[in-house]
């Protein structure tokens, strides 16, 4: 008998746990899909122009409305939906980062500094998270993490209309983590160690993912629009779209090479309407082999509904086992606990109700039971009862002592390691007023800085400021480290090694 599931089926009895779907919101339509067993439901809703643009929302209140009507056909308008909600991908601004290999007690600390470093706007302004990049098979001295960015205001406008039309944010992701687990979890035949190209067109432009080892690792995303503006026509056709497409994955491909190693040899396509002409641009200009995507759950689901279905598949994880990117907002989650709580609180009420509404009944009837048996009872025999030894309690006390005795102290042997966070921190305090650092990549007691300087002397001066630091060794700034822009800004790489003797 298995007991653990026993006791989660206990456990969701005495506070059920409500099933979570996945929304998406994008220019032309808002989409949602459930999944239950072996069983999904999906609604869909066409937007009306102008309400959401560009992937921001232009129409609050209309929004609401759409959103409102879409809640009405999937349950009653008193019931809130949980769901995971994909941004739009124009919002988002994703980087890959590297991070020493700390303990989990100080990387949550040691991320958040890296997100500040690399954060595209003022850090106070945006909702940033991260997630575990898994390398399977590869040794490293450090951990590399994904990370993503959204603006507070943008986001806040999506949360506030689901809100007030009965839905509530459990997690945000973006449509290219939803591909991700789409492909990695229902692909038939995906080899989960490989390396894919995916192109996906969706309703507001073409996304180019990178998914290594079932995880991402490269998005970037360009919009119909901005291919439009670029054309004479002021219409996409394929023409447009093969001369995107070669200049883009020619970038791509090189950035995996440089930054990977190795060649990229497969590609999945998800671009309705054009998937032969596109398919043929990829093999013939790139050599890149097709993989055809087949689900196993889902084998006719249009292309279409993809991201929407990795958000309801990301929601049959339990909240407590989600550690993946969500860019929702606090008062997103109290939403979400509060609707939690309603819910177990209308529950028990129901329970209650029926167990005294039982117990009243069984009352009555046992009373007008022992009331007919009184009447006819003269006696009560009472039974004399046979002493009976007493188990002794020798054997319990000996295996106690037995397991007093196998208990022990562990004495944990402290390794002297590099204080990081305190290395980050030095860094980013003497660049401060001199240089906007880009990136900071850590190798051993190797650290890599990358930035940009108003000027040439500003970057020598930031490289002489880490030379005075006694903690800092071998700080070097070769020139070929150092590009000098046409308008005197400098784009510099500083490379040092730390002293653990001083840190």
Not at 131 to 142: H, M
Not at 147 to 159: L, Q, R, Y
Not at 349 to 369: K, M, T, W
Request: charged share 20%; net charge neutral.
């Amino acid at each position: 008998m298995n007991i653990l599931g026993k006791i989660k089926q206990a456990l969701n009895l005495i506070n059920p746990i409500p099933s979570v779907g996945g929304l998406e919101i994008n220019d032309t339509d808002i989409k949602f899909f459930s999944v239950k067993g072996l069983s999904f439901k999906k609604v869909g809703l066409r937007l009306p122009p102008g309400i959401v643009e560009n992937g921001k929302v232009k129409d609050l209140h209309n929004l609401t409305r759409a959103l409102a009507s879409l809640h009405a056909k999937i349950t009653s308008p008193k019931d809130i939906l949980p769901v995971v909600f994909l941004m739009p991908a124009e919002n988002l601004y994703v980087q890959t980062f590297s991070v020493p290999q700390v303990d989990d007690a100080r990387l949550e600390e040691t991320a958040r500094l890296n997100l500040e470093i690399i954060s595209p706007l003022e850090f106070s302004k945006v909702y940033a998270s991260w997630q575990k990049i898994e390398t399977a098979g590869e040794a490293s001295n450090g951990l590399e993490l994904l990370g993503a960015f959204v603006e507070k205001n943008i986001a806040d406008e999506f949360s506030t209309a689901a809100a007030e039309a009965g839905f509530a944010f459990v997690a945000v992701g973006f449509a290219a983590l939803a591909l991700t687990r789409v492909i990695s979890q229902e692909g038939i035949g995906i080899d989960k160690n490989k390396s894919y190209l995916v192109l996906f067109f969706g309703p507001n432009g073409v996304e180019i993912i990178i998914i290594k080892n079932s995880h991402l690792h490269f998005h970037h995303f360009t919009s119909w629009r901005s291919l439009q503006s670029e054309t004479r026509r002021g219409e996409i056709g394929l023409p447009e779209v093969e001369k995107f497409l070669i200049g883009e994955l020619q970038r791509v491909i090189n950035f995996y090479a440089s930054k990977w190693g190795g060649v990229l040899d497969s590609a999945i396509l998800l671009t309705p309407g054009f998937t032969p002409e596109v398919a043929a641009i990829v093999r013939d200009k790139f050599g890149l082999k097709i993989q055809n995507l087949t689900l196993g759950h889902f084998p006719d689901l249009g292309e279409g509904w993809l991201p929407t279905l990795g958000a309801a598949l990301r929601g049959l994880i339990p909240r407590s086992s989600d550690k993946i990117i969500s860019l929702a907002s606090t008062s997103a989650q109290m939403h979400y606990i509060q609707a939690r709580i309603i819910k177990f609180a209308g529950f028990w009420r129901q329970v209650l109700i029926s167990v005294f509404s039982f117990f009243l009944i069984a009352e009555l009837v046992v009373c007008v039971i022992v009331a007919r048996e009184a009447a006819s009872i003269n006696s009560l025999a009472v039974p004399s009862l046979n002493s009976e030894k007493v188990a002794t309690l020798s054997d319990l006390q000996e295996k106690s002592r037995a397991l007093n005795a196998l208990t022990s102290k562990v004495v944990g042997i402290k390794k002297t390691s590099v204080d990081w966070i305190k290395v980050l921190k030095k860094i980013r305090e003497t660049g401060a007023g001199l240089v906007r650092l880009r990136t900071i990549a850590m190798n051993g007691g190797g650290v890599i800085i990358g930035g940009t300087a108003i000027n040439q002397e500003a970057a020598i001066e930031f490289r002489d400021a880490l030379g005075r630091d006694p903690e800092l060794l071998e700080v070097r700034l070769p020139l070929a480290n150092l590009k000098i822009a046409e308008d005197e800004s400098a784009e510099f790489i500083v490379n040092l090694k730390i002293n653990q003797e001083q840190n």
